[in-house]
């Protein structure tokens, strides 16, 4: 099996033995990573998390989402660093939107600001910015950053 060109690749649904190593993942990917902690009560509140798998194991990506009457929000997509312009978020997102309930009708998501190469990536795959909530994000220092809200209308649904 081959996911984004990774042969032996596999995109599997996350369980709480995995939390650790989406941690360990996220503080790879991320300045301000979730905790084990996170992971585990995002599952406990059954969100989708979904891992993306190499050969023997290795963590590559993830994206957790949640899903409330017609719309999903997706909540954190990580990508190991050794893995990142490959394509891989773009194939897990293409993947785990087409995957979605038939009834749902938007997906909606919030990047970081500062965050080009994520929101140059949603607004190719269709998303379009909405708003943004100042001071969202913590930032270096003790300093805030802003969001950029984010949505994409399935195209089921136009």
Aim: aromatic share 6%; with cysteine; charged share 25%.
């Amino acid at each position: 099996m081959s996911f984004a060109g990774i042969p032996g690749a596999v995109l599997r649904p996350a369980c709480d033995t995995d939390c650790t190593a989406l941690a360990r993942l996220a503080r790879s990917a991320h300045t301000h990573p979730w905790t084990e902690k996170q992971y585990r009560h995002s599952l406990q509140a059954g969100h989708g998390c979904w891992l993306l798998t190499g050969d023997g194991g290795e963590v590559i990506a993830c994206c957790v989402m949640s899903q409330l009457f017609d719309e999903a929000e997706i909540l954190d997509v990580a990508v190991a660093p050794a893995w990142r312009r490959r394509g891989v978020a773009r194939a897990l997102l293409r993947r785990v939107v087409a995957e979605l309930p038939a009834d749902i009708v938007r997906v909606l998501l919030d990047v970081r600001s500062s965050n080009w190469p994520a929101r140059t990536l949603y607004r190719s795959l269709g998303f379009t910015e909405d708003g943004v909530r100042r001071n969202y994000y913590p930032a270096e220092q003790g300093a805030r950053e802003d969001a950029v809200l984010m949505s994409l209308l399935l195209p089921r649904h136009l």
